[in-house]
C-alpha cells in the first residue's frame, strides 16, 4: 500500500500544482512565486508521506547538502542543452536576433521549477525507487524510462521518435542520477537546468509543448535529426547521444559507490529432508 499512498499523493498534488501554475501563465512574477511554492510543497508532502508509509528518514529529500547537489545537477543540464545547441548551431541553422521576454523567463523559472520537482518525486522517487526495490536498478532503469518517455507523447507537438529519445536522454540519465547519488536533488537540478536552458534561456520548445518564449529570440532550421523538428531539440540526435553518454557516466559512478541493486532472486524449492538409514 505505501506505492499506492505515495503515488496518489505526489500525482494529486502534481496535477493540483500544474493546474495553479499554469493559470498564472500571464503574470511572470507571480508564475515564478506559484511554481516555487508548488516545488516546496511537493517535496514537502513527498518526505512526509515517505516517513509515514515507510516509517524511515526520507533521505532522499533531505535538507542537508541539497544546494549543493541541486547546484551540481543545474551546472550538467545546462551545460548538456549548451552542447546540444552547439551542434545543432554547428551542423545546421540557429540564429539569435537579441532578447525576446526577460519577464516570460522569469515565468518560465517557476514553471520549470514545479516541473522538475513533481516530475522527479513521481518517477524517480515513487516509481524507479520502487520499483528498483524488487527488481534491481537495471529493470527499474529500463522499464520507468519508457514510462518517463510515453507521457510525453500527450504533449501537442509529441512523436513517436520524440518520446523515445526523452525515454533515453532524459529518462535514464535522471534515474542513473538518483541511483549514482541516491538523493533526488540531483535529478531535480538537472531536470531544471535542462528544461530552463531550453526554454528559458534558448527560448526552443521543450518536448512539444507549445513552449512559451524566454529569454533570447532564436530561429532555428534545418534536418530535423539535428535540430529536433517541432518536438523540439530533445528529439536531436545529439540530446540522445549527450543524454546516453551522461547516463553512462552515472551508471558508472553507481556502480563505483556500490549503489546498483541487483534483481531480486526467487527462494528456491524447499530441500527435501534426507532420508534416514533403516
Do not use: C
Not at 502534481?14 to 501563465?25: H, P
Not at 538537472?190 to 518564449?213: C, K, M, R, Y
Amino acid at each position: 500500500m505505501r506505492f499506492v499512498w505515495q503515488l496518489s499523493a505526489v500525482a494529486v498534488v502534481s496535477m493540483i500544482g500544474n493546474q495553479v501554475v499554469t493559470a498564472a501563465e500571464y503574470s511572470p512574477w507571480l508564475q515564478l512565486a506559484l511554481g516555487l511554492l508548488a516545488a516546496v510543497f511537493a517535496v514537502l508532502l513527498y518526505g512526509w508521506v515517505v516517513r509515514t508509509t515507510e516509517h524511515r528518514p526520507s533521505t532522499e529529500v533531505a535538507r542537508k547538502g541539497a544546494g549543493a547537489a541541486i547546484g551540481r545537477g543545474l551546472l550538467i543540464g545546462v551545460a548538456m542543452f549548451g552542447a546540444v545547441i552547439t551542434s545543432i548551431f554547428l551542423n545546421a541553422h540557429y540564429e539569435i536576433n537579441g532578447l525576446a521576454s526577460p519577464t516570460g523567463a522569469v515565468g518560465l523559472a517557476g514553471f520549470m521549477a514545479a516541473v522538475a520537482v513533481m516530475e522527479e518525486l513521481l518517477f524517480r522517487g515513487v516509481l524507479f525507487r520502487i520499483v528498483e526495490e524488487r527488481t534491481g536498478t537495471w529493470t527499474a532503469l529500463a522499464l520507468t524510462a519508457v514510462l518517463f518517455g510515453a507521457a510525453h507523447l500527450f504533449n501537442p507537438n509529441a512523436s513517436l521518435w520524440g518520446a523515445l529519445a526523452i525515454a533515453i536522454e532524459a529518462g535514464g540519465m535522471l534515474a542513473a542520477a538518483y541511483a549514482a547519488t541516491r538523493t533526488l536533488w540531483v535529478p531535480i537540478g538537472l531536470h531544471f537546468g535542462w528544461n530552463f536552458a531550453a526554454a528559458g534561456i534558448f527560448s526552443s520548445e521543450v518536448s512539444g509543448g507549445d513552449t512559451p518564449q524566454g529569454l533570447l529570440d532564436t530561429v532555428t532550421s534545418g534536418p530535423t535529426w539535428v535540430t529536433g523538428g517541432d518536438f523540439g531539440p530533445e528529439g536531436s540526435v545529439y540530446a540522445v547521444l549527450f543524454g546516453a553518454l551522461i547516463t553512462i557516466g552515472f551508471l558508472w559512478l553507481a556502480h563505483r559507490r556500490g549503489n546498483l541493486v541487483p534483481r531480486r532472486r526467487r527462494a528456491g524449492k524447499a530441500t527435501a529432508s534426507p532420508t534416514l538409514p533403516r
